[in-house]
């Protein structure tokens, strides 16, 4: 029960940073400067996806923790890996993104 709320959290959060990324990018079109917007907007969803993999990873290792098998723990093992992978080089970007963004702003 715990896992599917934490998964539907996660999941909640990518729809609303894509519908809000979504949104914003509509409207930078619009005005000046589409570039600095574009950072800024990549950076928002950048952070987003970073939060729902935190909450997917604890949904992991909740459903693992109730009653772990060899198997489910190699599960876990590979899909923590990939995850803190896919996290590491997200938030390797959003740094960069931010680093982008003290540019434009100074």
Do not use: Y
Request: contains cysteine; aromatic residues 8%; hydrophobic residues 55%.
């Amino acid at each position: 029960m715990v896992k599917v709320f934490l998964e539907g959290i996660a999941i909640l959060i990518i729809v609303i940073a894509s519908v809000r990324t979504l949104l914003k990018l509509l409207r930078s079109l619009k005005s000046s400067g589409h570039q600095q917007h574009w950072v800024i907007i990549r950076l928002d969803l950048g952070l987003a996806l970073a939060l729902s993999l935190e909450f997917l990873l604890a949904a992991d290792i909740v459903s693992t923790a109730v009653s772990p098998s060899w198997d489910d723990l190699g599960k876990l093992a590979t899909v923590t890996g990939i995850r803190t992978f896919l996290n590491f080089f997200l938030n390797k970007e959003v740094d960069q993104l931010v680093g982008h963004q003290l540019c434009f702003e100074g």
